[in-house]
Each structure stands twice: as C-alpha cells, then as structure tokens.
C-alpha cells in the first residue's frame, strides 16, 4: 500500500510541474505577442508621422477659390468675403513665361500650363509663414490641394526651384531634399544644363526644352539687352520700379521691364524705398 501511494505522490508532483511550466510557456508567449503589437503600432506612427511631411489633413489656413492662374507660381483667388486677391506661393520660383526682358523660358509654358490644369476652379487652403503679404500686398501662401502641398508638388515635378527669401522658411528643408531628387532625376528644369542658378534661370544654359527654335532665340536675344529695371504693380495698383541692387530686386517678378529710370517714371512708376 506505502508503494502504491509514494506512486501516486509522484505522479502528482510530476503533473503539478508541467502545468507551472505551462503556465510559464503561455505567459511568456502572450507578453511576446503584446511587445509585437506594440513596436508595430510605433512603427505605424512614426510612419505616419514621416508621412504627414507631404500631406496634411490639419493646416491651419484660410479656404479659397482659384479663379485665375497668372504663371506657374502665382494666381488669383476668390476669398470667402467675395474679394479677389493675387497669391505668390512661398518658397518656390518657376520659369518666366511674360517676362519683357527674358521672354518665355525654358520649362514656363509648362509650370504654368500644369498650375492651370490643377488648380483653376479648386478650392484649395492657404497657410501662412511668419509674413502674410509682401511690399506689393500679395498674400504669400502654402497651396494646399487635397492635403498636399502644391508648392512642393511643382519642385517634385522639376517645374520649380527653391526660392528662399527669409523669414518664410517653414518648409525648405523639406523642400531642398524634394529638389535634390528632382535634380538627381534630373526632371524638368534640372534637364538643362547650367539653367538654374541661386538667383533664378539662366536663359542661355545648354537647352533641352520643347522649346521651338524661334522661342530660344526670341529668349536670348532679350537677355543680352541692358533693359533690367523692374516694373511690379501690386494688387492695389501701385507701381513700383526696382533697380539692379535694389534689395528686393532679385525676388521681383515684373511686368514690366525698363531701360532707364526715365523710362519707368513716364510709364508711371516710382522708385522702390528700398
């Protein structure tokens, strides 16, 4: 009977081990599988969160209505109050396609034909950088389309370069590294050799646009006249002529250019204060 019993003592104490280890296994097994859940929804956040550099659903900004497009970076739009108001995205600078001095350069046509395409007739949303307007009482704006960001999307598509005019500077980063893939690919404006510079487009690069040979010549012929004042009218129509040195020379898109001071002054502009 003892022998019987001491059996059946270890039988017991056998059985009792591999329910503890058991227990162990499945314990060790369901804090495994809540760590996995939990690095991946980390990684979707911070997949999300790279993700949110190219398109965002919360821009704080006003909504309006695109009613004309102007050139490849700049339009018209039609506010909530029934106003109209001309619009300069910030940050970019896209080819000239009225310029009086430079004519149509290389890959204009195609900024502006593109910004026409997707923008006329949309609504898009506005977002501010630390200016709002700029002297010539344009809004300065990040277009957001469908939650992304034209003005990167023109860069993207090698339609336009990085154009910084401090303080307005919330996006370069994000906007150097699109061009540096632009020009690695080289896209659009990058096709060109020697064509885009620090300061704009250089209209005697080494050209590979549709251009007609009428055009190119047409654009370079103009570019080797002295004709280089700047005539900007503001959205209030005010006239303002910009010399060569003059601090807001290089960011100004005229439209009108001049040979002399005399010139401009008999067209009804003044000089720039700065």
């Known amino acids: 009977m003892k ?4 059996i059946f003592s270890m039988c017991v104490l056998i059985l009792s081990g591999c329910s503890s280890t058991g227990g162990q296994q ?34 704080k900004g006003i909504r309006a209505v695109v009613v004309r497009v102007v050139d490849g970076d700049t339009f018209v739009a039609r506010m909530a109050n029934g106003k109209e108001e001309r619009v300069r995205m910030i940050l970019v ?19 502006s034909a593109f910004t026409k395409s997707q923008l006329t007739g949309k609504t898009v949303t506005l977002e501010f950088d630390v200016q709002e307007r700029d002297k010539y009482g344009r809004l300065l704006a990040y277009v957001w389309l469908n939650h ?22 919330k996006y370069v980063d994000e906007f150097r590294a699109a061009q540096a893939v632009a020009q690695r690919e080289k896209k659009g404006i990058w096709s060109i050799e020697n064509y885009v510079t620090d300061h704009g487009y250089n209209s005697n690069g080494k050209e590979q646009s549709s251009l007609t040979g009428t055009e190119k010549s047409s ?13 900007n009218i503001s959205s209030s129509g005010k006239k303002i002529y910009h010399m060569p040195g003059d601090e807001y020379y290089d960011e100004t898109k005229p439209e009108k250019m001049f040979c002399s001071r005399e010139e401009a002054e008999a067209a009804g502009f003044r000089p720039s204060q700065r």
Do not use: M
Request: glycine share 6%; aromatic share 6%.
């Open 3 to 6: 022998k019987w019993f001491a």
């Open 26 to 59: 499945n314990k060790h097994s369901s804090t495994t599988t809540n760590e996995s859940a939990s690095n991946e929804a980390a990684s979707d956040q911070q997949s999300k969160k790279a993700y949110a550099g190219t398109n965002k659903s919360d821009v």
């Open 93 to 111: 600078d896209t080819p000239e396609t009225k310029h009086p001095r430079l004519g149509v350069q290389p890959f204009g046509p195609e900024a």
């Open 148 to 169: 992304q960001n034209y003005n990167k999307l023109l860069i993207e598509k090698g339609l336009a370069r990085v154009a910084v005019f401090p303080p307005n500077t």
């Open 219 to 231: 654009t370079q012929d103009h570019s080797k006249g002295s004709c280089n004042i700047k005539g």
